[in-house]
Nanobody
């Protein structure tokens, strides 16, 4: 059973930074892509950033160059570096892995940005 586990969330002041980690139970080379999504209270889950196995990336407009998705092959981990955080970035952040069309979600990690 494929598992992805997020970590790194927490409480941060506006303007601060956090780095989220998503550790996979299999080699990340096996995945077509991995990405980060978020869900704020009362809102639908939305894309934050994705990265394909080939290295292509796609970011939501709201990231505005503040977020960077990266990976560490040796650790089978994908990261989301978030800078210049805003209160509206407050949400549960989820990692999703695409393994040949089958999607696997983590349990989520809470990010809270205080004003």
């Amino acid at each position: 059973q494929v598992q992805v586990v997020e970590s790194g969330g927490g409480l941060v002041q506006a303007g601060g930074s956090l780095r989220l980690s998503c550790a996979a139970s299999e080699s990340i080379f096996a995945f077509n892509g991995m990405g980060w999504y978020r869900q704020a209270p009362g809102k639908q889950r939305e894309l934050v950033a994705v990265r394909t196995r080939g290295g292509l990336t796609n970011y939501a407009d709201f990231t505005q160059g503040r977020f960077i998705i990266s990976k560490d092959n040796a650790k089978d981990t994908v990261y989301l570096q978030m800078n210049s955080l805003k209160p509206e970035d407050t949400a549960v952040y989820y990692c999703k892995a695409d393994l040949r069309g089958a999607y696997y979600w983590g349990q989520g990690t809470q990010v809270t940005v205080s004003s």
